[in-house]
């Protein structure tokens, strides 16, 4: 489906130019492209290699050990029934430290252990528990205090203040989130009470 929509675009780009007397104007820009975006991934890349290995040395350091009982009250709150010293734990706040970075990248290795850890205490490990649904709901709307990627990518692309989103940044994952724990805790409180919207929605996953 992407590669029909990449298709159509490009059709459409060249009649468009070819109607409007700029093909030599688009054929630059597509001799230009592919060093543009090598530079671009390179530069990306070399971002989220550099703070991967931050957060390692911060994960064998036990910095992160710490770090867990900052985020102690706040995931009592959120996964109640885990330990405290449980590799879930550790890996759930590796997860939340990459993305409070805004390293997303980073944060996806530590997000699929925690679900691993997560789906191993369910009788049924094919299908997601409350728990694994809420963190990658937090992993998807991600609470960010320095949007790392957002900036590079602002500053790559020639932004003279490239942290100048971090207000609306803050705004819309604070809300992102408090929506999305509102709505996963009250989806699993239906679903554990005896409705007929609970037995259609666990005939659906088994499905």
Same mark, same amino acid.
């Given at each position: 489906?992407?590669?029909?929509?990449?298709?159509?675009?490009f059709?459409?780009?060249?009649?468009?130019?070819?109607?409007?007397?700029?093909?030599s104007?688009?054929? #630059?820009?597509l !001799?230009?492209?592919?060093?543009?975006? $090598?530079?671009?991934?390179?530069?990306?890349?070399? &971002? %989220? +290699?550099?703070?991967?290995?931050?957060?390692?040395?911060?994960?064998?350091?036990?910095?992160?050990?710490?770090?867990?009982?900052?985020? #102690?009250?706040? !995931?009592?709150?959120?996964?109640?029934? $885990?330990?405290?010293?449980?590799?879930?734990?550790? &890996? %759930? +706040?590796t997860?939340?430290?990459?993305?409070l970075?805004?390293?997303?990248?980073?944060?996806?290795?530590?997000?699929?252990?925690?679900?691993?850890?997560?789906?191993?205490?369910?009788?049924?490990?094919?299908?997601?528990?409350?728990?694994?649904i809420?963190? %990658?709901?937090?992993?998807?709307?991600?609470?960010?205090l320095i949007?790392?990627?957002?900036a590079?990518?602002?500053?790559k692309?020639?932004?003279?203040?490239?942290?100048e989103?971090?207000?609306?940044?803050?705004?819309?994952?604070?809300?992102?989130?408090?929506?999305?724990?509102?709505?996963?805790?009250?989806?699993?409180a239906?679903?554990?009470?005896?409705?007929?919207?609970?037995?259609?929605?666990?005939?659906?996953?088994?499905?």
């Open positions: 489906m992407l590669g029909h929509l990449i298709v159509w675009i059709i459409f780009s060249f009649v468009t130019a070819l109607s409007k007397g700029k093909v104007e688009v054929c #630059a820009q !001799l230009a492209s592919p060093e543009q975006a $090598l530079s671009l991934c390179v530069c990306v890349g070399c &971002s %989220i +290699c550099f703070w991967s290995g931050v957060m390692e040395v911060a994960r064998q350091s036990g910095i992160l050990k710490r770090l867990s009982k900052l985020f #102690a009250p706040i !995931l009592k709150l959120l996964f109640p029934k $885990l330990k405290k010293d449980s590799p879930a734990i550790q &890996s %759930i +706040c997860n939340l430290a990459a993305n970075l805004g390293l997303g990248a980073a944060a996806a290795p530590a997000g699929i252990r925690a679900v691993q850890e997560l789906q191993k205490n369910c009788s049924d490990p094919t299908i997601a528990s409350d728990y694994s809420l963190l %990658i709901l937090l992993n998807t709307a991600s609470l960010q949007p790392t990627t957002a590079m990518l602002r500053l692309a020639g932004s003279t203040a490239p942290m989103i971090l207000p609306a940044v803050w705004f819309s994952s604070v809300l992102s989130v408090s929506t999305g724990i509102i709505a996963a805790k009250l989806f699993s239906i679903c554990k009470a005896p409705s007929p919207l609970c037995h259609a929605l666990h005939g659906r996953q088994k499905t």
